[in-house]
């Protein structure tokens, strides 16, 4: 019986010593991926500012493009119109029927 309980004190002792070998890669592992996320971080906040600044390009060049076409859009919508687009395609289709 003292043999089984030797084999135990040292079965122990090397699964202690198997947890702390663990834990301490668990925390150089750890170290490695904050700094890895910290670089991460920090790429991410500076693509998240450009796509900010282009968005407000964006906005901006929308709000010129409705500033230019403001006078043209009586005509626009008349354009649109459904009976507008179907006599054009009549006189699309007669063109065609002549060639």
Do not use: C, N
Request: no cysteine; net charge positive; proline share 2%.
């Amino acid at each position: 019986m003292a043999l089984l309980g030797t084999i135990g004190v040292w079965l122990l002792v090397a699964a202690a010593f198997a947890i702390v070998i663990e834990m301490a890669l668990v925390v150089v592992w750890g170290v490695a991926m904050s700094r890895r996320m910290r670089v991460l971080t920090a790429y991410i906040e500076a693509q998240r500012s450009d796509i900010q600044a282009d968005l407000e390009r964006l906005k901006l060049a929308i709000d010129e493009t409705k500033r230019l076409w403001r006078p043209y859009r009586r005509i626009l919508r008349w354009l649109r119109h459904p009976l507008v687009l179907a006599l054009l395609g009549s006189y699309r289709r007669r063109r065609v029927a002549a060639r």
